[in-house]
């Protein structure tokens, strides 16, 4: 039994992809509805795709990345709604606020922790969040926490609270802070995947080699020349996606390392974490 896919199906793969309208439709047929699935086939035929590495399904609410003033620890926070509504009204914010506060005084290891501490005198952060769907009618919660503790952290809030990012930095001077927000806006526009390639989960290493082998397949490449071809490929893909091999967008003849390489020869990240909306 074939699946049926939607012109909405298609559409929305476009949107994800940048691919032709019947490649899209093909692609999804092949992959029977599976969207993940559909952009390999798409890659693997050699398609070039702008792909969007966000949530597939876009969701609103409100992101804050939040420093210490020692600017030693960061935390970042997504609560989310369901509405735009929702997200741009000024008590909303304001809680989101005072929440991204209060976990940043207590630095929780996890999101449970985070739940768990004081919002006020009678409720949790949890319940808080659970009164308020009581209140608006709609689906709320604490969606992603992440925090980094360094040397020198630098924050960024992209787009009106839709983004925020953190940059870890690996030695503190206040020269080197506005370089960590140029980094987090590197990071925010860029979307690397890794800090560096030692970073790159396994499994995303051993599917980009299989996408590169079939590509070099189609083309007609040797089959003893796959593997040479398909690591040349993981190459670029490493200094397309990983941040610190990334060409820096403010000066494209350098590297994100290169250019903090410029303020001390010993300045790097030492973590980053990017928490958006979509």
Request: hydrophobic share 40%; glycine share 8%; aromatic share 6%.
């Amino acid at each position: 039994m074939s699946t049926t896919i939607s012109a909405a199906d298609v559409k929305k793969l476009r949107d994800m992809t940048g691919a032709g309208m019947m490649d899209c439709k093909g692609a999804l047929g092949e992959a029977e509805g599976d969207f993940e699935k559909a952009i390999e086939i798409l890659r693997k035929k050699g398609e070039k795709l702008s792909l969007k590495r966000a949530d597939r399904d876009a969701t609103e609410g409100v992101v804050l990345a939040l420093i210490n003033d020692e600017r030693t620890r960061g935390i970042v926070i997504k609560i989310s709604s369901e509405t735009d509504f929702v997200a741009k009204n000024e008590n909303f914010i304001a809680m989101t606020r005072k929440i991204a506060e209060t976990i940043l005084a207590h630095f929780p290891a996890t999101k449970e922790e985070a739940l768990a501490l004081p919002f006020d005198d009678e409720l949790t952060i949890g319940q808080k969040i659970t009164e308020q769907v009581g209140v608006i009618g709609e689906k709320i919660e604490l969606a992603d926490y992440s925090h980094i503790e360094a040397p020198m952290v630098a924050p960024y809030i992209h787009m009106g609270n839709k983004a925020g990012v953190l940059i870890g930095l690996s030695k503190s001077h206040n020269d080197y802070f506005d370089a960590g927000r140029d980094v987090a806006m590197q990071v925010a526009a860029m979307n690397p995947v890794a800090l560096d390639k030692d970073f790159v989960d396994p499994s995303v290493i051993e599917k980009e080699i299989e996408i590169g082998k079939e590509i070099a397949r189609n083309e007609g490449k040797a089959e003893e020349m796959l593997e040479k071809i398909a690591l040349g490929k993981l190459n670029k893909f490493y200094k397309e996606n990983t941040l610190l091999n990334q060409d820096f967008v403010k000066d494209n003849k350098q590297t994100v390392a290169g250019y903090l390489k410029g303020f001390d020869k010993e300045l790097t990240v030492t973590d980053f974490k990017h928490v958006k909306l979509g």
